[in-house]
């Protein structure tokens, strides 16, 4: 599976966008984008996920380049409750975890 | 709907004992996956099951890890001669199908101590 990059840690104020960048300059034609969260003492929750395409769901949205090598997550109303662990992954099946961001949504 | 359920939450024991860890994914979800996490670190892959086979066991880090799925369902963990370094977060997670594009959905994890 290709490798992610992603910052260790971002802060955002409650109420504003929360950016989310991710670099997988070298994943492949079939591999997916998927974003995850965890909250302390929590299993990983899905948000989003995508393959060429942006996407939008009811928590958030997905930004993928058009070369694909890299992806933004976005928060579009962050609030304390969004502060979490999160992983960005590239994955054709099975799930690699890296470090993930740690965001923190202060108020 | 109920989402994974993982059983026990917390299991503390001895090193050298026996522990099963159970896991019964979404109803439907014919792909089930389990995954350890360390401290500080992002959960890691151990097995995937589609339906009652193991399709994928390449995470299992020695022979003292078993898994098994009999009737497609439930999942069973099984860690023979427990060590204090499997001291872990145990998490499961199921997909609808397996296919790339169907996320996967976790547990909130067993949390395994080794005493």
């Known amino acids: 599976d290709a490798k992610t990059t992603q910052p260790p840690s971002m802060d955002c104020a409650e109420g504003r966008a929360a950016n989310l960048p991710c670099n997988h300059s070298t994943i492949s034609g079939n591999e997916y984008v998927y974003w995850y969260r965890q909250i302390h003492s929590q299993g990983p929750q899905y948000i989003i996920h995508?393959?060429?395409n942006n996407e939008t769901n009811e928590m958030a949205s997905l930004i993928i380049t058009e070369d694909r090598k890299s992806s933004t997550l976005i928060l579009p109303h962050a609030t304390l409750r969004d502060t979490a662990v999160y992983y960005c992954?590239?994955?054709?099946?099975?799930?690699?975890f890296g470090q993930g961001t740690i965001l923190t949504v202060h108020p | 709907g109920a989402g994974v359920s993982q059983t026990p939450s917390n299991k503390v024991t001895e090193k050298g004992k026996y522990v099963e860890l159970r896991c019964d994914p979404i109803s439907g979800h014919t792909a089930l996956y389990w995954y350890r996490q360390s401290l500080g670190q992002g959960p890691e892959f151990l097995i995937y099951?589609?339906?009652?086979?193991?399709?994928?066991d390449s995470g299992l880090p020695n022979d003292r890890f078993f898994a098994v799925r009999p009737e497609g369902s439930v999942s069973t963990l099984k860690i023979q001669r427990t060590e204090r370094g499997d001291s872990a977060v145990y998490l499961c997670?199921?997909?609808?199908?397996?296919?790339?594009?169907?996320?996967?959905?976790f547990g909130d994890g067993t949390r395994l101590s080794i005493l």
């Open positions: 995508g393959l060429k």
């Open positions: 099951f589609q339906g009652t086979g193991a399709a994928d």
């Open positions: 997670a199921s997909s609808l199908d397996g296919q790339l594009n169907q996320p996967q959905h």
């Open positions: 992954i590239v994955s054709q099946g099975k799930l690699t």
